[in-house]
C-alpha cells in the first residue's frame, strides 16, 4: 500500500504520506527543492526533514526510496548517492545528504524554523537529544538481566527528565517557545521511537511517566502537519529491529501485556477510559472509510501477496472490510484467520493510512479472524526481526502506473 492519495488539488491539502508534490498555494515553477526519503515513512531522519519542510511551508517534491531493510535499493538511487543513505536533498540542483546538514542548508536558502540549528539556545538541545538516543539504545539493544535493565532504565529517565526540565524552563508547550522549531524538530523522530519501543520491550509507558513529554506530544498532535507523519505503536515496534541491530524484551509482566495488546488489541492500549500512550486525538469520523479506500485501491496485489492466495483471501478480506463498515463482525470462512492476521500485522502507519484509520482496520480484520469456525486462534506467518523484506514495496508499486 504505497500509491499516492489523490489530492483535491495538486500538492495542497494535509501532510500526508502518499504526496509527490508540496506547493502550499505557490505555482509549480516555484518548487526548488526534491525530498528523497523513503517508500514506508520509516525512516528517522527523512521524518526530521519532512516536518521542516511542511512546518515551515517550502514546496517541494518526492522521491521515494526503498531502505536496504525493505528491499533492495534502486539503481538510479545509488548513481545519485553511492552509499544509499537516506534522506537526500535536492536544492537548486545541488545535493545534500544527512539530515542536520540539510537542515543547515534549508535555513540559508529559506531562513529558519524559530530558532536556527546553530543558534545558542538550540546547540545544547541537540546535544542532549543525542544523549537520550544514546541511553535508549543502551537500554533497548542490548539483552540485560534485571538490575542492568533497572541501570538502563534509571540512565534514561535522568535524560528524559532533563528534557522535560527544558519544556518547563518556558510558559509554551515547545522547547523554546509557542511554536515547534528546528529543536523540537530535532528530537520528534527518535522521541516518537522510544515512546512506541520502550512501551513494548520495556513495559515503559514514557509519557505516562514523564508528563511534560506527553504535553509536547499532545501541542504536536494538535498539527497536521505532525499527523500527517506520526507512526503508531505496532508500526515502529516492528520496523525497528533490522533498523538498530536488535530489540530486546525485558520479560516483565507488564512488558508482555503491552506487547500483546500493541499485536492483537483491543486499542486503544490502556482502556477503561486511562491515558492513551500512542494519541491525544480523538478517531475521525472518515477513519473507516480511508481505511476501506487504502485497502481497495491496493486490492490485487494485498490478495497475490497473502499466505492464502488470491482465490483463499478474497472472501475473507471481504468479511473483514464488511465488519470495519458494518462495525459489526462476520465470520469468515474456515482457515482463514491466519490469512487475516498476516494483513493485520502488516499495515504500516502513516505509509498505508493513518493512525486511527489503521487502528479500526487492525480491529476489523482481528475480529473476523476470531470467529473463523475452523481455526480462530491460528497466527500469520511471524514478522521477521533480520530484515523486513516482507514489507517489500515492487508490487504495490508494479499494480499502479501512477506510482
Not at 515513512?41 to 526503498?66: D, G, H, N, S
Not at 512501551?199 to 498539527?223: N, V
Not at 477503561?272 to 494519541?279: H, S
Not at 478474497?314 to 470462512?333: E, G, T, V
Request: charged share 25%.
Amino acid at each position: 500500500m504505497v500509491a499516492p492519495e489523490p489530492l483535491a488539488s495538486p500538492g495542497e491539502g494535509p501532510t500526508s504520506a502518499q504526496a509527490r508534490l508540496r506547493l502550499f498555494g505557490q505555482p509549480e515553477s516555484a518548487v526548488r527543492v526534491t525530498l528523497y526519503r523513503d517508500h514506508h515513512a520509516w525512516c528517522p531522519y527523512c521524518q526530521k526533514v519532512w516536518l521542516w519542510l511542511e512546518e515551515r511551508r517550502i514546496p517541494y517534491r518526492v522521491r521515494k526510496v526503498t531502505m536496504f531493510c525493505y528491499g533492495e535499493k534502486e539503481h538510479w538511487y545509488k548513481r545519485l548517492v553511492p552509499s544509499g543513505m537516506l534522506p537526500a536533498l535536492e536544492l537548486d540542483g545541488q545535493l545534500i545528504t544527512e539530515s542536520d546538514r540539510i537542515l543547515e542548508a534549508l535555513e540559508t536558502s529559506f531562513g529558519s524554523l524559530g530558532p536556527g540549528m546553530h543558534d545558542p539556545a538550540v546547540l545544547p538541545l541537540r546535544r542532549l537529544e543525542r544523549e537520550l538516543f544514546r541511553a535508549w539504545c543502551e537500554w533497548l539493544c542490548y539483552p540485560h538481566p534485571p538490575a542492568s535493565d533497572a541501570r538502563a532504565r534509571d540512565r534514561f529517565q535522568q535524560l528524559a527528565g532533563a528534557m522535560e526540565r527544558e519544556l518547563e524552563r518556558r510558559a509554551g508547550p515547545f522547547l523554546l517557545g509557542d511554536q515547534p522549531g528546528s529543536a523540537d524538530l530535532v528530537f520528534v523522530p527518535y522521541l516518537e521511537r522510544m515512546n512506541a519501543s520502550l512501551a513494548y520491550y520495556k513495559g515503559f509507558l514514557l509519557r505516562q511517566q514523564h508528563p511534560a513529554i506527553d504535553r509536547w506530544f499532545r501541542a504536536l498532535e494538535q498539527r497536521s502537519t505532525y499527523l500527517g507523519t506520526q507512526s503508531d505503536f505496532h508500526t515502529h515496534t516492528h520496523d525497528l529491529p533490522p533498523q538498530m541491530g536488535g530489540c530486546h524484551a525485558n520479560g516483565s509482566e507488564q512488558q508482555r501485556a503491552l506487547a500483546q495488546r500493541i499485536d492483537q488489541g483491543p486499542w486503544p492500549l490502556l482502556g477503561d477510559g486511562a491515558m492513551d500512550p500512542e494519541t491525544s486525538q480523538p478517531p475521525p469520523a472518515e477513519a473507516a472509510a480511508t481505511a476501506l479506500r487504502r485497502v481497495l485501491r491496493h486490492r490485487a496485489p494485498l490478495l497475490e501477496r497473502n499466505p492464502l492466495g488470491s482465490g483463499g483471501f478474497d472472501l475473507p478480506l471481504r468479511c473483514a472490510l464488511s465488519a470495519l463498515i458494518k462495525s459489526r463482525p462476520i465470520a469468515p470462512p474456515a482457515g482463514s484467520a491466519g490469512g487475516l492476521r498476516h494483513l493485520r500485522d502488516r499495515i504500516s502507519v502513516p505509509r498505508d493510512m493513518p493512525l486511527h484509520a489503521a487502528r479500526q482496520l487492525r480491529s476489523a480484520l482481528e475480529a473476523t479472524a476470531s470467529r473463523d469456525p475452523q481455526s480462530p486462534a491460528a497466527q500469520g506467518e511471524p514478522i521477521p526481526v533480520r530484515h523486513r523484506r516482507d514489507q517489500d514495496p515492487q508490487p504495490f508499486l508494479r499494480s499502479r502506473s501512477t506510482v
